[in-house]
């Protein structure tokens, strides 16, 4: 038996809030494994005002019930991994241009990534073309496949907060603490922040991030 690979033209699927033609900042949020884009985004309503805001959808979608009543999107598995984090880049990466490519000349682009998203957010910016003048990690674990030069070249300019959810049932404390020694060890400076929730986007602190 011998594998093979090809290259194949794909929709992708994206929700925005927001105007684009008067957007001071552009942020790029990207959702947890087993969340769709437009439900994702609705965490995001009420704080568009002079933001634009993009969710873009993993690529692969699955049943997460018996029933097939539930969909759910994930970026990545380990299967045939390789190719799905290129494949990963490539789609934000154009994304990223055509949402510019909206918005006023000069406008910032920023990145929040969420649970999954969090490694997603990383190994785009760490690997991928596009730039982030902020970069928010809520909720998940660093990639560990990313390479410390990444880390420093990619992202050592980029203002990185690591939020985290003192009640999260799925990343526990630990987590927080392993990522902030990744980062101090690549040099890239951060900043830590808590919340008094679980394994969720907390709306008063989403807010003040979003406009900081």
């Known amino acids: ?45 009420g704080m568009e005002g002079g933001l634009f805001i993009a969710a873009p959808e993993g690529l692969s979608r699955f049943y997460m019930d018996d029933g097939h009543s539930r969909v759910g999107a994930t970026w990545m598995t380990r299967e045939d991994r390789e190719h799905e984090i290129a494949d990963q880049i490539s789609y934000l990466d154009r994304l990223a ?30 690997l991928g073309h596009a730039r982030a003048q902020q970069l928010v990690l809520w909720g998940g674990n660093l990639p560990p496949d990313l390479p410390a030069g990444a880390w420093t070249a990619r992202l050592g300019a980029t203002r990185t907060l690591l939020v985290h959810g003192e009640r999260d ?19 890239v400076p951060h900043e830590s922040l808590r919340h008094d929730g679980g394994h969720e986007l907390d709306t008063l602190l989403l807010r003040r991030l979003l406009t900081r």
């Open 97 to 126: 241009n055509t949402l510019l490519a909206t918005c006023p000349p000069g406008t910032p682009m920023n990145v929040l990534g969420f649970s999954q998203g969090v490694a997603t957010a990383c190994r785009w910016l760490g």
């Open 169 to 187: 049932p799925i990343v526990p404390g630990s987590v927080l603490a392993a990522n902030e020694v990744v980062l101090r060890g690549a040099g």
């Open 1 to 45: 038996m011998l594998q093979h690979h090809l290259t194949v033209p794909r929709t992708a699927r994206y929700h925005t809030l927001g105007d684009a033609a008067t957007a001071k900042a552009l942020w790029v949020v990207l959702h947890g494994y087993g969340q769709l884009a437009r439900y994702f985004l609705r965490k995001f309503e």
